[in-house]
């Protein structure tokens, strides 16, 4: 590009005047500005390795184009631009599940910052952001989210150098959000659970649920092929996800997600025999796995049936309190429950620890109180 005839800074070429300090150029006569066949000037530049043309129907209203085009370059796309095109990448990149829990988050960021040049957000932003988030009653796991969506998104913008620092990158979450537990299964569940075990498909779910460990999504996955009556094992290796209601199977996210569990004589004699690739949990004769809509409402019947409150995956939560109680060490329940992370198994039992804590606590108070009355 040449260089302004009075301040020397580098202005595009065959511009009328200097964008920086005003001074009109002097042009070169013998060079003159391209016109095509239908009557438009166009400069064609490249810029940044792309070629960009500029057309206008007088040579000054190019100029003027490729003026404003060099101050937007300065300036830096919006945070919406390099949000769009880090959501077009990512959805064919990560699971269905995953694209389907970031859209959300994705969408309130660009309501937030979509106008913004991405080169102008601050930590300052992001903090002022997470607090609004905090101040509306969002959870910590959920406020966590959102940061990291937005840390993935000034990621990209890094990778592809439109920005030199990641402004999420000393932003924390606080600590006084609230933090969801999943609660076990009450005893008075888990009773109707064991004497429900034959009540039709979903009496046989919810018992597979609570002595395998098996999240839903991975019990409703299991074919007969899976389950070996003589070594009285399940393996697991496959989980169900839903496109628009529609089954559809998916390996695990990690190694740790393949396991093999023992199954009980009892759960075994319970459990139908099939053909190998047909599945377990199905209503058609084993073809194909349960649909969305088919899980949700055949588990709220079997809840109203037999008078249940708990999830299926508080059964899962149960089944990490029977591995506790036989004394099953952290590292080997861990490989059990198909945690990717032990410090999620270690979460569980310091929990099942607390609980079971709390219950000793509360006999004792009674027993004392027994002994005064």
């Known amino acids: 590009m040449p260089n302004c005839k009075k301040c020397k800074k580098e202005i595009p070429e065959g511009s009328l005047y200097c964008m920086f300090c005003g001074a009109p150029q ?6 003159k500005m391209y016109q095509r066949p ?3 000037f166009e400069q064609i530049k490249t810029i940044n390795g792309k070629r960009v043309a500029f057309r206008g129907k007088t040579e000054k209203e190019v100029t003027d184009k490729m003026i404003q085009y060099q101050e937007e370059q300065e300036k830096g796309p919006l945070f919406r ?12 990149e990560v699971e269905y599940n995953t694209a389907k829990g970031y859209q959300t988050i994705y969408n309130y960021s660009i309501e937030r910052f979509g106008s ?3 080169r102008n957000i601050f930590p300052s932003d992001i ?6 988030l905090a101040s509306r009653g969002y959870a910590y796991k959920t406020v966590s989210n959102h940061l990291s969506v937005l840390r993935l998104i000034f990621d990209y913008a890094i990778a592809n150098d439109i920005i030199q620092y990641n402004p999420t990158a000393s932003i924390s979450i606080p600590r006084r959000l609230p933090r ?3 609660e076990i299964a009450s005893d008075k569940d888990i009773a109707l659970i064991c004497q429900n075990a034959e009540n039709g498909l979903f009496g046989l779910l919810g018992v597979f649920c609570l002595y395998t460990g098996c999240r839903i999504s991975e019990a409703c996955a299991v074919r007969f092929k899976d389950i070996d009556r003589a070594a009285q094992t399940l393996t697991i290796g496959n989980a169900i996800y839903y496109e628009h209601n529609q089954p559809k199977l998916k390996s695990p996210k990690t190694d740790a997600g393949y396991r093999t569990v023992p199954l009980p004589p009892f759960l075994l004699d319970l459990i139908p025999d099939g053909k190998p690739n047909t599945f377990l949990f199905s209503k058609n004769s084993g073809k194909t796995a349960l649909t969305g809509s088919q899980v949700r409402s055949g588990w709220e019947k079997y809840q109203k049936e037999i008078g249940i409150t708990c999830t299926a995956h508080q059964l899962r939560h149960a089944y990490a309190t029977l591995l506790y109680e ?3 060490d952290e590292k080997t329940a861990q490989k059990m429950m198909g945690h990717a992370d032990i410090s999620t198994t270690i979460k569980i039992y310091t929990h099942i620890r607390e609980s079971q804590m709390q219950l000793s606590q509360n006999i004792f108070r009674d027993f004392l109180s027994n002994l005064s009355a």
């Open 26 to 31: 002097q042009r070169n006569k013998k060079k």
């Open 38 to 40: 239908d009557g438009l």
């Open 81 to 92: 631009e390099v949000a769009e095109k880090w959501w077009y990448n990512t959805v064919e």
């Open 116 to 118: 913004q040049r991405i």
């Open 127 to 132: 903090a002022a952001y997470i607090k609004h």
């Open 180 to 182: 969801s537990h999943r």
């Open 326 to 328: 036989a004394k099953i």
